[in-house]
């Protein structure tokens, strides 16, 4: 199985293109460019942005709605879980990477997998697996101040999502 862990804000969502009952309408180019990931990887989406405090079923409602692609099978833990099991002490010490390999850790059939994310709060072994949807100003397509998943980025997360 190969998944992307998809965070929303900065990567899809950078200047809403308007509202709905979800919240901010995603840009049409950066759905687009994660519909041809999906299509060209087969990889399915686990949401580690802060819209999955939603809950599962709100954002697989969204995803229903709005036709966006692939399909959204789960949510990375909420750090409260993590500091409940006894893995850290306070918030500030999680990183969000953290949180993905908490999901990892949990997943033996994982074959592969992307981080989107604008942020790179990451851990040194993910780094690999990460496209940053942030600070591309050299992106043609880029908004505001270079972010959102650009046809750069596409080509990016495909190569590393195939590599073998």
């Known amino acids: 199985m190969k998944v992307i862990f998809l965070d929303i804000d900065g990567v899809l969502n950078v200047i809403p293109q308007g509202y709905d009952d979800f919240g901010g309408i995603f840009h049409s180019n950066f759905v687009d460019n994660l519909r041809r990931i999906i299509d060209e990887t087969g ?9 999955r405090f939603s809950g599962i079923t ?3 409602d969204m995803w229903y709605v709005r036709n966006l692609p692939g399909k959204v099978i789960d949510v990375t833990v909420d750090t409260r879980d993590l500091i409940r099991q006894g ?13 993905i390999q908490e999901w990892i850790d949990k997943t033996p ?6 981080i989107l ?9 993910q780094l690999n697996n990460f496209v940053r949807t942030a600070n591309n100003q050299d992106h043609p397509d880029c908004i505001d101040i270079g972010y959102g998943l650009t046809n750069i980025c596409t080509e990016m997360a495909i190569e590393i999502l195939n590599k073998k």
């Not at 059939?109 to 992307?114: H, P």
């Not at 994310?117 to 072994?125: A, R, T, Y």
Request: glycine share 2%.
């Open 43 to 51: 990889a399915q989406i686990v949401v580690s942005s802060s819209w």
């Open 58 to 60: 709100k954002i697989k």
């Open 87 to 99: 893995k850290f002490k306070f918030h500030d010490e999680i990183m969000r990477g953290h949180e």
């Open 109 to 114: 059939e994982l074959e592969n997998y992307l």
């Open 117 to 125: 994310d604008d942020d790179n709060d990451f851990l040194s072994n």
